[in-house]
């Protein structure tokens, strides 16, 4: 890391001299969400890398798995430095425009510029009794960890190339995209250790499990207004996408909808599905420390 990106320095000396790329992009660095420090005005890509420094670890790297937004916007602003070239430019070029993701943006502006409809984030407001507008935000400062505007049609089309592990990315590339690099505790990573029957791995920036004999390779995410899951099973080349306008509980939703459609793809009977609707109005989920859960770390 500190050899292609001299402004990258951790608290530690040793992790400083040996972190690798591949570290960041498998969550194994030491450092833990320290979210909150992205919650600060005028903030940039730049100065959050250049604070990595004052912000302690929890592990020795390569010990613990420990999920880090700030480890993927320090890639992608790698991918800057050695190109030259704003991320959104680049992803738009390598990828977007190959698999024609016609829809797909980086920037606010690039989408409010396209004049094509632009989805609105809603967030319950309990003093009224409901839903209220969530203004869009800028996520220029998140870039590398969350940025990406679109829709499940384009995102069906990334999701068939990881399938057929078609171009653009090489047949290594793909290979190396879902290798493991990380066992997971799942109840600890916030995955579903109730219906899985392996353990689960991350690899970059993909969990991997199995459900019901098939291999699953997902992810979800969510910024303010917004949240999302892609998941595919490589082994009946079958894929979904689900995007939804609320932060955290679309995800809920996206969960139940997901294993609904896989338990449906599977011919579980139904007295033998999991109960994600009651998982997800338990009082663990409906507590603020799972909603910011990064603010209590």
Do not use: C
């Amino acid at each position: 890391m500190s050899s292609v990106l001299p402004s990258f320095v951790l608290s530690d000396e040793y992790a400083t001299a040996h972190m690798t790329i591949e570290d960041i992009l498998s969550h194994r660095t030491g450092l833990p969400r320290h979210d909150i420090t992205l919650v600060t005005a005028n903030t940039t890509i730049s100065r959050i890398i250049s604070n990595l420094r004052y912000l302690p670890p929890t592990a020795e790297p390569r010990t613990k798995f420990q999920y880090s937004n700030l480890m993927f916007i320090t890639a992608g602003y790698i991918v800057e430095s050695l190109t030259g070239t704003w991320l959104g430019d680049f992803l738009g070029t390598q990828i977007w425009k190959p698999l024609n993701m016609t829809s797909t943006y980086f920037s606010r502006e690039d989408t409010i510029a396209s004049e094509k409809d632009f989805a609105h984030g809603y967030f319950w407001n309990a003093s009224i009794g409901a839903y209220t507008l969530t203004p869009w935000s800028s996520t220029d400062h998140v870039a590398g960890a969350g940025a990406v505007i679109s829709n499940v049609v384009d995102y069906a089309k990334w999701l068939r190339s990881l399938i057929h592990r078609a171009p653009p990315l090489s047949e290594s590339g793909h290979a190396e995209l879902v290798r493991p690099r990380t066992v997971l505790d799942p109840a600890a990573v916030g995955l579903q250790p109730e219906v899985m029957d392996s353990d689960a791995v991350y690899s970059l920036g993909w969990w991997r499990y199995s459900y019901r004999g098939e291999a699953i390779v997902t992810h979800s995410g969510s910024v303010p207004g917004f949240g999302a899951l892609a998941m595919f099973l490589p082994g009946m080349e079958w894929g979904v996408v689900a995007m939804a306008n609320t932060q955290d509980t679309s995800n809920w939703v996206e969960n139940v909808l997901v294993y609904y459609l896989l338990d449906e793809l599977f011919g579980v009977p139904e007295t033998e599905r999991f109960d994600w609707i009651g998982r997800y109005v338990s009082p663990y989920f409906l507590s603020p420390f799972f909603l910011y859960p990064s603010i209590f770390e």
